[in-house]
């Protein structure tokens, strides 16, 4: 019987129409993977550039995308449903980002301890394509907290509260991250005589 | 009301945040394939843990089969006069117990081709 009602829930052209909230709901009720292939199709742009912007590498960025969805995959009944799903991604995407920070971390610990020389730890935000832009250049003038802040904020378009939810800070210093980082911004590159348009 | 006060405040920007939305804008990354291996690689790890719990009872059960009728044997030796009492005899019931364990074990197999099948 589960079996004929699983071939009418994976029908991928009930998913496209249906809203992220539904379409979690049905990837937990019933581990639809094909429900989470309709909102991984939806959100993977975001969640990559959000990485590729955050890490300055595409390819580990986007290897780290996978494996933001995968920990999404598994956490996806601690999803409310009370913010939008997009910001509690960001907040899966980031908390991998994180995550796998610290694991170079240690891994580099372990190296300087068996004698190898490598400075992953105190490596900062570097590009790794050809073309530098003007946003590669003010990004590497912020930490990561402010990057993370500063990107989901003018690039995801997240509101402070959904900032605040996705990095568990509160809203006043999300606020605050965000004014220093404009400020930092600002004061490196000038652009208080910039004209907008 | 409160909440969208605040929401028409953070709407209110100046030139340079608008600047700044302007730089961080970038185009939509296409696809090409990123869901859809991303789905094999979910349904790749969903395939390792529903097997492996089976496939452990499995192992563990083919290993305790010789040691459990062992056990069973010299059990049924030290209670000897109670089992002779009851409606089996006590060497059928000995003889039984791998044909038992090996009916369990096709059980569960079957079971979990049944799910699998469903996937």
Same mark, same amino acid.
């Given at each position: 019987m589960a079996f004929f009602g699983q071939r009418l829930i994976n029908n991928p052209a009930t998913h496209s129409a249906a809203t992220d909230q539904y379409l979690v709901a049905l990837a937990v009720s019933s581990q639809d993977t094909a429900a989470f292939g309709e909102l991984i199709r939806r959100h993977q742009s975001q969640v990559r550039n959000f990485l590729r912007k955050l890490s300055g590498d595409t390819s580990s960025a986007d290897d780290l995308a996978q494996d933001c969805f995968l920990h999404a995959w598994n956490k996806l009944?601690? &999803?409310?449903?009370?913010? !939008?799903f997009i910001g509690w991604l960001l907040k899966v995407a980031y908390t991998t980002f994180l995550q796998s920070k610290r694991r170079s971390k240690r891994y580099a610990e372990i190296l300087d301890e068996a004698g190898y020389v490598e400075d992953v730890q105190n490596k900062s935000y570097t590009v790794q394509s050809d073309e530098v832009t003007d946003l590669d250049k003010f990004l590497a003038v912020l930490n990561e907290e402010e990057r993370a802040i500063m990107i989901m904020s003018?690039?995801?378009?997240? !509101?402070h509260r959904e900032i605040g939810v996705a990095t568990d800070l509160p809203v006043g210093t999300v606020k605050s991250i965000i004014f220093r980082g404009k400020n930092k911004i600002r004061t490196s &590159?000038?652009?208080?005589d910039h004209k907008h348009g | 009301m409160i909440s969208k006060i605040i929401n028409m405040a953070e709407k209110i920007q100046d030139a340079e945040d608008r600047l700044l939305e302007s730089m961080f804008q970038t185009e939509s990354i296409l696809d090409d394939g990123f869901s859809a291996r991303t789905v094999r690689r979910i349904r790749r790890q969903m395939w390792v843990r529903r097997l492996a719990l089976p496939l452990a009872m499995i192992v563990g059960a083919a290993i305790a089969v010789k040691p459990a009728s062992q056990l069973l044997s010299v059990g049924s030796q030290l209670f000897g006069p109670v089992a002779t009492d009851s409606m089996f005899p006590q060497s059928a019931l000995t003889a039984q117990l791998p044909i038992v364990i090996v009916g369990g074990m096709a059980i569960a197999l079957v079971m979990v081709t049944f799910r699998l099948f469903e996937e």
């Open positions: 009944q601690t &999803f409310t449903g009370r913010g !939008s003018y690039a995801c378009g997240l !509101s &590159f000038d652009i208080k | -």
